[in-house]
Structure formats: structure tokens, C-alpha cells
């Protein structure tokens, strides 16, 4: 349950950003999006280690580098992802987003349970 609830906060910074950057300030969907996962992921990372999976023992910097890895591959899975709902499918990038946290919360939350888990 605490993941789904971290889940929940960090996507609340994520779809925040994504939406005010582009509907606000008139950006494209791709960098509105490459711009909000600067600050998903620090409150991410930070939630899922010490709040979700309860881990306080094992060092920050410990877990930073197999975060980075998971991160990066789930980052570059979004942006493609998230292009093609958009330009192919034709869906509005904010549903499309959705499909995409759908498909990509799968696969997050087996490889944290493996790197955070008890």
C-alpha cells in the first residue's frame, strides 16, 4: 500500500509538471515531460527507499547507482512510449501519460521490490 501511496505522490509532481509546462507555458509534450522527471525522480527514489520499502539501513549512494539504471530505462521507455500513443495512436499526451504509467508501474515496482525489498 505504501507504494501505491508514494506512487500516487510522485506522479502528482510528475503529471503537475507535465501538464503546467505544456498547457501553461506552451512547451512540447516531449520536453514537458523530459523536464518533470527531473523532480519525479528525486522525490521518487527518496520515498521508495526510505518510506515504501522501509529500507534505513543500507546507504543512500548504496542503491543510488542501481536507481539510476531502473530510472534511465523506465525514462527512456516513457518518452518512446508516450511518442507513439501520442503520434500514432493519437492519443492527448495527458491520456496517452496514463497508459504509459500503467505499462511502466508493472515493471517499476518488480525491479524496487528487488532492489529496496526486504
Do not use: C
Request: glycine fraction near 10%; charged fraction near 10%.
Amino acid at each position: 500500500m505504501r507504494f501505491v501511496i508514494a506512487g500516487v505522490a510522485t506522479l502528482l509532481v510528475y503529471y503537475g509538471s507535465l501538464y503546467g509546462l505544456t498547457d501553461g507555458l506552451g512547451y512540447w509534450y516531449i520536453a514537458s515531460a523530459t523536464i518533470a522527471m527531473i523532480p519525479q525522480h528525486g522525490v521518487n527514489f527518496w520515498l521508495m527507499k526510505r518510506w515504501a520499502f522501509e529500507d534505513r539501513h543500507t546507504p543512500l549512494l548504496l542503491h543510488a547507482w542501481p536507481y539510476v539504471r531502473v530510472s534511465s530505462l523506465s525514462f527512456v521507455l516513457n518518452l518512446v512510449l508516450l511518442h507513439i500513443f501520442v503520434e500514432y495512436v493519437g492519443l492527448w499526451y495527458m491520456y496517452a501519460q496514463g497508459v504509459v504509467t500503467g505499462i511502466l508501474g508493472v515493471i517499476v515496482f518488480w525491479r524496487y521490490d528487488k532492489m529496496f525489498g526486504k
